[in-house]
């Protein structure tokens, strides 16, 4: 099966965070990020215009391991380009913990694992998806 469109690039970064209300404060007031959602209580979208930062309240305590990222989302261009993506792998026998799905805000995913187990997300979103950078 032949790779589907390329990646336009890494754009999205999902962090688990302790202190929720404190980190978007860091990130809007200190770095300059703006909300682009408040998709619930414990989940917040912040943008730089091409990036997206979601901070999710973690689930369970972190203790003293500084590592906290949830997964690396790679954008594609296209909504149908993450079933495209879906299905090659699939086909390549990658894990695939969860299939595509649509968000609320238009956008539309899938979860996989790298070899190390390491949560990819393959996402369109209409806030970032067709951007070229210069």
């Not at 909300?35 to 003293?64: C, F, M, P």
């Not at 989302?73 to 299905?87: N, T």
Request: with cysteine; aromatic share 6%.
């Amino acid at each position: 099966m032949q790779r589907p469109a390329p990646f336009n690039g890494m754009r999205h970064i999902a962090l688990q965070v302790q202190d929720l209300e404190a980190c978007e404060r860091f990130y809007v007031d200190i770095l300059g990020m703006n909300i682009l959602r408040r998709a619930h209580d414990d989940l917040v979208y912040l943008t730089l215009g091409n990036d997206n930062l979601s901070l999710a309240r973690a689930k369970q305590e972190t203790g003293g391991d500084p590592q906290r990222l949830d997964h690396l989302g790679f954008v594609v261009d296209e909504r149908d380009d993450v079933d495209a993506w879906h299905d090659y792998l699939v086909a390549q026998g990658v894990e695939v913990v969860r299939g595509p799905h649509d968000h609320a805000d238009g956008g539309r995913s899938l979860y996989c694992k790298d070899p190390d187990g390491n949560t990819i997300q393959p996402l369109f979103h209409p806030s970032v998806s067709g951007q070229r950078l210069a």
